[in-house]
């Protein structure tokens, strides 16, 4: 009895195995990302479902090199895109994901980033590849972990456990339609987001100067130290 009790054990556990990476990779050869699961699927996938669409968004931890990022890919019928990533090679880890739409397809991301342990937010208007550059809702200090999302009428409302309790906060919705589209983006002006910050660039963090894709703030100051946070 004892070694059918183990049996059984160990065929549901390799049930599950096999059921979590065909939900990722999709049917044998379609174009998803069956490349990064389940040999890098270091955490469990969160997956939010666009309510314009119906197309599902996956967020999961991603190890490689030592160090944590965050994929993401989108299923469209039976087919998953290559991952994106978000942090992928700069030396920091980033878990804990956390995934929200709003009503009209945006989609929203939240985070852990150690080692400063600071919860980041970004905003995805379309595909993965066009997410703003996350910006940190939560700074360093007490140890911080485990962000939701929840979207209440036109706030988006962010809670994560801190060294003294739940921290709850909320941000206005972010409005692509008063911000730069991914055209607009690359041939005209720069716009400014409800939250007041100049968007320049395509969300990937560089350090190149005038040719930088990086959020800046009307004033310079950083835009960290200055997000209207809402709650406190």
Known sequence: MRNSGKILTLVVCLTLAATLGLSLAGPRGDRGPHRYAPRSLD???VLAINP???TILAAWGYREGGEYSIALA??????????????RDDGLDQID?????????????????????EVR??????????????????RAGDPKASPALSVI???????????????????????????ASTQGI???PDAVDPLGWFWIGNGRDSDEGDSGDRWQSEDGQDPAATVPLGLR
Do not use: C, M
Request: charged letters at 20%.
């Open 43 to 45: 955490q469990e996938p």
């Open 52 to 54: 314009a669409d119906g």
């Open 74 to 87: 989108v299923k469209s019928g039976d087919v998953w895109t290559e991952p994106v990533f978000i942090g």
């Open 97 to 117: 994901p956390a995934l929200v739409f709003d009503s009209h397809g945006v989609a929203y991301l939240a985070f852990t980033e150690l080692p400063l342990g």
């Open 121 to 138: 937010i970004t905003a995805i208007a379309g595909e993965p590849d066009t997410a703003l550059l996350p910006r940190t809702i939560a």
């Open 153 to 179: 009428a036109d706030r988006l409302v962010v809670a994560f456990n801190a060294g003294n309790g739940v921290v709850i906060r909320d941000i206005p919705l972010f409005n692509p339609e008063v911000s």
């Open 186 to 188: 690359q041939e005209g």
